[in-house]
């Protein structure tokens, strides 16, 4: 199992879900689910095999021995089956910050996409605020996806920001809506 220098805890659960540091068998079933739901992530062009070996090699196996990574991924756990993966990207150390970065199976968005996002938001939480002291988390999203919104604010988050206009998306322009929560 990967471990993360930078925690003491590396396995976060709730039931019979948990997230655990990114696992090297999971990194394929990632790349097809980044590839299928590209329209909604800040990926420009679908992932091959070798990019996705080379990623993992140079930026997340890295990750694991640094103090303070810049992110901490994690695969996504049901019944010990991967079904997802996500972390804290862009983590800020100084200001203790970070993005929240998930995506799920393609399969189980139309029909779980709530319920898994929820699941989740708690373990994510837990990672955050509780074993980081981190002050805010917040999620950066393409205003692709507002029933996203709705379930962030079943979990006290709020609107932080609208980016007008942001970002081109298959020749339209779109805003990002960044949603947050601060531990008080």
């Known amino acids: 199992m990967n471990t993360f220098k930078a925690l003491n805890k590396q396995i976060f659960s709730s039931g019979s879900f948990y997230i655990t540091p990114i696992r090297n068998e999971d990194k394929f079933k990632i790349m097809k689910w980044r590839n299928e739901q590209i329209y909604h992530l800040r990926q420009s062009e679908p992932i091959t095999i070798d990019k996705q070996k080379i990623y ?24 010990d089956k991967c079904i997802g993966y996500g972390g804290l990207v862009h983590i800020n150390w ?58 962030l604010e079943k979990k006290q988050y709020f609107l932080d920001a609208r980016l007008k206009n942001h970002c081109k998306i298959h020749n339209n322009f779109k805003d990002v809506v960044i949603y947050s929560k601060i531990k008080l």
């Open 94 to 151: 100084i200001d203790k910050n970070a993005e929240i970065s998930f995506i799920i199976d393609t399969k189980l968005e139309k029909d779980f996409f709530e319920f898994f996002w929820l699941k989740y938001l708690e373990l994510i939480e837990d990672l955050g605020f509780n074993e980081l002291k981190f002050k805010k988390l917040y999620v950066y999203a393409f205003d692709l996806r507002p029933h996203l919104y709705d379930i």
């Open 56 to 79: 993992f090699e140079k930026v997340i196996n890295p990750s694991f021995n640094e103090q303070q990574p810049q992110q901490m991924l994690f695969s996504f756990m049901k019944n």
